[in-house]
């Protein structure tokens, strides 16, 4: 399948020494045409956004989808993330406390496998995903996991009034979390099914910076703080899938006209030995 190429960078330098922005959003038809250098060009900050067109087959979607309408639900914290986001599976976030991963989260972990597991015609989502995007790393690709267990990923979410602009970085909000420390981050979505219209990520070549504090509103931020940087605005079609690097400002943008969005999400972690896990 072809590679549907990006522009060429341009040189923004004011003097005689060139400068390059290279936060493009590059599309690829299909998870075949997805290859190692895309992931480590995320991961090294020269593109801003990966899509994936078709990842997944109407069929595969229609059938995790007709599955998920039997599975129960649950969501954020409803007094910090506002509008309710239903979600299933826990994110580590979720249940970190000052011991680690508490028991709630291997509990909500063990029971969100099992209703996961059978969602794709009697197979498990998840598995269909990592293994095209560990055909694409071309190395190990396991599990991330924290105090010898293995962690959850794969979370389900339907996000249909939209995310306000924030900022994931396990490093910097669970420290300790993984048994082996990331030196990069990133953020990987197939989406089940979108809207006729809304529903984009847009991410902002801007990371968070303590003073950046000023401007929180619950779980998120003021997006005047990344409102003059360099940024894309990725609008995949039900079947793609979208990686970006989290640690970037992101947000997404409310479905406007009917349809859901819904998404299976996770991290993934790139190793000082270069393989990567993957955690929600």
């Given amino acids: 399948m072809a590679t549907i190429a990006p522009a060429q960078p341009g040189n923004v330098s004011s003097n005689q020494t060139p400068i390059y922005v290279l936060f493009d959003a590059e599309t690829v038809d299909g998870a075949a045409a997805l290859t190692r250098d895309h992931l480590v060009r995320l991961a090294a900050g020269t593109v801003g956004a990966v899509r994936i067109k078709g990842f997944g087959s109407p069929q595969e979607c229609a059938s995790v989808l007709h599955g998920l309408d039997t599975c129960p639900m649950g969501s954020y914290d409803e007094e910090i993330v506002v509008p309710r986001i ?12 000052a011991f680690g991963l508490g028991a709630a989260y291997w509990r909500d972990a063990e029971q969100s496998e099992h209703h996961r ?15 095209r995007i560990r055909r694409a790393w071309d190395g190990p690709m396991t599990p991330a996991r924290s105090g010898g267990r293995r962690m959850f990923a794969g979370m389900i979410r339907e996000t249909t009034g939209g995310m306000k602009m924030h900022w994931d970085e396990i490093a910097r909000e669970l420290p300790g979390a993984l048994d082996e420390p990331v030196i990069a981050q990133l953020g990987f979505n197939w989406y089940l099914s979108m809207p006729e219209g809304g529903g984009a990520t847009k991410i902002f070549r801007r990371r968070w910076l ?13 997006e005047e703080i990344a409102e003059h940087e360099p940024s894309v605005l990725v609008r995949p079609e039900a079947g793609d899938a979208v990686l970006f690097d989290p640690r970037n400002f992101h947000a997404v943008r409310g479905n406007e ?10 991290f993934m972690g790139v190793t000082a030995g270069g393989s990567l896990v993957y955690w929600s």
């Fill in 257 to 266: 006209g009917p349809g859901r969005r819904v998404a299976i999400s996770f």
């Fill in 86 to 97: 239903p979600k299933l599976g826990p994110a580590a976030y979720d249940h970190y406390d």
């Fill in 210 to 222: 303590p003073g950046d504090e000023r401007w929180r509103d619950g779980y998120g931020y003021a």
């Fill in 117 to 131: 597991s059978t969602l794709l015609d009697g197979a498990d989502p998840l598995d269909l995903a990592v293994d």
